[in-house]
């Protein structure tokens, strides 16, 4: 079974998430999400975008 693990990258105009496993030490992905800040340029805290990114899933 793949011990699946998730990244994130937080910018002032996207938020990136890519889920992915490691096999014979190869990051292998197996998904991606882009989305764009639904009101422009960030100007939120972290936190806050990141509970939005989560609501995708």
Do not use: N, W
């Not at 764009?36 to 806050?48: A, N, Q, V």
């Amino acid at each position: 079974m793949e011990d699946l693990k998730f990244a994130i990258d937080i910018g002032t105009r996207t938020v990136i998430g890519v889920a992915y496993y490691v096999e014979d030490g190869k990051r292998i992905i197996k998904d991606i999400e882009i989305e764009e800040h639904k009101k422009g340029p960030c100007l939120m805290d972290k936190s806050t975008i990141l509970q939005q990114f989560l609501k995708l899933f």
